[in-house]
């Protein structure tokens, strides 16, 4: 069965860096583009970064555009995303999502049909 899973989390400090990773389980996700999202108590769904199967371009949300870097290897088909200069607003459940999308609709979570459980990642003051 395909799935996603996400690695990685935990508590830091503010300004600290910590870096996620999403590991495709089946061959379903070699030519799909992926992408993070995240979720904090209370609050809405946020696109934070996603990248382009075809060619590996990249988008940011306006809050992690800067700071969060998304990358991939596509011979282990494994996504990373390295957030630097954290804050406690970042503070949030981290999802990687699947999407057969290449472009800029990947910053809407409507485009992606495969989800991971999420990770947790705690940024204190």
């Known amino acids: 069965q395909a799935r996603l899973e996400e690695s990685g989390g935990g508590l830091v400090q503010s300004g600290d860096s910590l870096k996620l990773t999403c590991a495709g389980s089946?061959?379903?996700?070699?030519?799909?583009?992926r992408g993070w999202f995240r979720q904090a108590p209370g609050k809405e769904q946020e696109f934070v970064a996603s990248?382009?199967?075809?060619?590996?371009?990249?988008y940011y949300g306006d809050s992690t555009k800067g700071r969060f870097t998304i990358s991939r290897d596509k011979t282990t088909n494994t996504v990373y995303l390295q957030m630097d200069s954290l804050r406690p607003e970042d503070t949030a459940v981290y999802y990687c999502?699947?999407?057969?999308?290449?472009?800029?609709?990947?910053?809407?979570?409507?485009?992606?049909?495969?989800w991971g459980r999420g990770a947790q990642v705690t940024v204190s003051s």
């Open positions: 990248i382009a199967w075809h060619d590996d371009t990249t």
């Open positions: 999502a699947a999407s057969p999308n290449r472009d800029r609709s990947l910053i809407k979570a409507s485009s992606y049909d495969y």
């Open positions: 089946a061959q379903n996700f070699i030519n799909r583009s």
